[in-house]
């Protein structure tokens, strides 16, 4: 293969078709952060800011096709993972990993559950998670909820006692996100030391896509080689950032996150969504 001076990142997980989050998040996160971004899609979502409609998960076969595909051309020199869905999609992703160069670096987000309330794994495949993709992951990157839904009934509290009963299954490395903490603050513990990364709560902002951006910068800056902790650090800033210059205006609920920074480029913008574009 040929040498290459661009990073690839592999995005694993689901599409949404209101542009928000999963693989259309992921990629706008992997081009801020300088990386060439890949995909292998798991499910397709009809979803908006205010929900999720419906959802079809794809193929096994065609999941572990684009993982080959992409892998045997492009490469791969990190991989996130998003929504799985069920444990026909987890297995076929496991076996996809499993031809992967031995190392290569895995981000987990494990998306259980969308902004607006819908169900994105199916309640009989947590279990498959946590033994097949968590326990394999360099960094997994919960928020609180989905912390709690991975441990079941024995959650700890909020706090240390959660990050290191997360680490127990088995990553390497643990990230509990802080949006839906008392503080803002994300937790990082590499199995020895527990490390606070504070940051400001937006409340002004948006954040649909969040977590997609803060696991898709975090495994982009895993591949330009910087360490778990230095691509934490890096993630919490520009998910931050993304959410304080989130897109409010679009969409009836939870705008996206704008981690391209468009409100900052100054080029103008309709007054209204419904006005007419100007004629040729």
């Known amino acids: 293969m040929v040498a290459r001076s661009i990073p690839v990142v592999l995005s694993i997980a689901g599409s949404d078709s209101g542009g928000g989050a999963g693989i259309q998040a992921d990629l706008k996160a992997f081009a801020a952060a300088g990386v060439h971004g890949a995909t292998a899609v798991t499910a397709i979502t009809a979803q908006s800011t205010v929900g999720v409609v419906d959802v079809e998960p794809v193929s096994t076969a065609m ?10 051309d492009l490469g791969v020199d990190a991989v ?9 999609t987890i297995e076929a992703v ?3 990993l499993e031809r992967l160069p031995a190392g290569t670096p895995v981000v987990h987000d494990p998306v259980m559950i969308a902004e607006s309330g819908a169900r994105l794994l199916a ?13 394999r992951a360099m960094v997994i990157t919960p928020n609180l909820m989905e912390a709690r839904a991975l441990l079941g009934d024995e959650a ?13 299954l088995g990553p390497g490395h643990v990230v509990v996100t802080g949006g839906h903490r008392h503080e803002a603050t994300d937790l990082f513990f590499d199995g020895a030391t527990l490390t606070s990364l504070p940051g400001e709560r937006h409340l002004q902002g948006a954040a649909h896509g969040s977590g997609c951006t803060h696991s898709s910068t975090l495994a982009a800056h895993l591949s330009l080689g910087a ?9 919490r800033a ?3 950032a993304a959410v304080a210059r989130g897109l409010r205006e679009l969409g009836k609920g939870s705008g996206p996150v704008d ?3 468009l409100t900052a480029t100054g080029s103008p913008r309709p007054s209204s969504r419904s006005a007419s574009p100007p004629l040729p």
Do not use: C, Y
């Open 94 to 96: 496991t076996r996809a």
């Open 156 to 168: 700890p509290d909020d706090g240390e006692a959660l990050v290191r009963a997360l680490h127990g």
């Open 123 to 135: 309640a009989d495949a947590v279990q498959a998670l946590v033994e097949q993709i968590v326990s």
């Open 227 to 235: 360490p778990p902790l230095e691509a934490a650090r890096a993630a």
């Open 80 to 88: 996130k993972i998003g929504m799985l869905g069920d444990v026909a």
């Open 63 to 72: 999941i572990e096709a684009q993982v080959e595909a992409v892998a045997g």
């Open 238 to 240: 520009a998910a931050g």
């Open 259 to 261: 981690v391209l920074g």
